[in-house]
């Protein structure tokens, strides 16, 4: 018989089980997709375009997190972290590594289609891969400080689940967060937005809109938002005065970027999308040369 742990402080068992199936939902269906977006690329030669490359690299990120998310899921619904510290600190790098790299990926995905829709510039293959191994070694870079001490992983409040600790808010801290933030989330939300206003004054000029300019911003910020705010809260006050329950709803509502991603940059892509029909269904459709065509 399983032992019975005792409730997160703060948290219900209704709480606990609500969060935990929030985590699993989240977790499954963000595997689920994001493995069709990546086995379509693998398996479809017409997807296999640079383009499409970084739509593929933001998969295998997103996959991480709902990997990720899916592990804390299980946690949840037992009570307690059941790995260890060694095992949090695991699952607060791997977290954070692959959560830093779907932010870049989404910048990168912006920063070509800007050039596509508006200096009609292709992207090249050395440049897609050069790019795909940076953004991988910077995140990991920022992801192992906590590691060796510039920053910290701890567990979040339903303590069932590690991410990077902001209830301390010290100068340890701060000093990790500000540039941590700037670094790998302020620039990849200037260069979406740039991007995509750039595109829409251009879709304004032509009169023929491939897809809503306005939407992948809004999904960026509506993602992971919550959690920048929550981070540079901490970094002003204490972070302990906000309700753990609220606490949580930041690293729950950034766990739905998994799922939103690939419905925006997949099935939202006129090509890729027809490579996804081609892969589960074995018939061809046509689709517009334009490799990033979007609805």
Not at 35 to 53: G, H, Q
Not at 212 to 223: D, G, R, V, Y
Not at 245 to 263: D, E, G, H, Q, Y
């Amino acid at each position: 018989m399983a032992t019975s742990y005792p409730l997160p402080e703060g948290f219900s068992e209704f709480d606990v089980f609500s969060l935990g199936s929030c985590l699993l939902v989240e977790g499954l269906l963000g595997i689920f997709l994001n493995s069709v977006t990546i086995v379509a690329f693998l398996k479809v030669r017409e997807l296999r375009t640079p383009s499409n490359f970084l739509v593929f690299s933001l998969a295998m990120a997103d996959i991480g997190i709902s990997m990720n998310a899916t592990i804390a899921a299980f946690s949840s619904f037992l009570r307690y972290w059941p790995y260890g510290s060694e095992g949090c600190q695991t699952h607060g790098f791997h977290g954070f590594l692959t959560a830093l790299a779907s932010i870049h990926f989404i910048a990168a995905i912006a920063w070509d289609r800007y050039h596509q829709y508006c200096t009609r510039t292709k992207l090249q293959w050395s440049t897609a891969i050069t790019l795909a191994v940076l953004v991988w070694i910077f995140t990991a870079f920022w992801a192992a400080m906590p590691l060796i001490g510039w920053g910290e992983y701890d567990y979040e409040p339903l303590r069932t689940c590690c991410t990077l600790d902001i209830s301390k808010g010290d100068r340890n801290y701060v000093s990790y967060v500000i540039p941590m933030s700037i670094f790998n989330m302020g620039i990849q939300v200037f260069v979406v937005m740039s991007s995509y206003q750039s595109i829409a004054q251009k879709f304004q000029k032509t009169g023929n809109p491939r897809f809503n300019a306005s939407t992948p911003l809004k999904t960026l910020l509506f993602c992971w938002g919550p959690y920048g705010i929550l981070a540079f809260y901490a970094a002003v006050a204490d972070a302990n005065l906000v309700s753990p329950k609220i606490r949580m709803i930041a690293p729950i509502l950034a766990k739905t970027s998994p799922t939103f991603n690939p419905l925006l940059y997949a099935l939202g892509n006129e090509n890729y999308r027809g490579g996804i029909w081609q892969f589960l269904t074995g018939e061809k459709i046509h689709v517009p040369q334009d490799d990033n065509k979007s609805k």
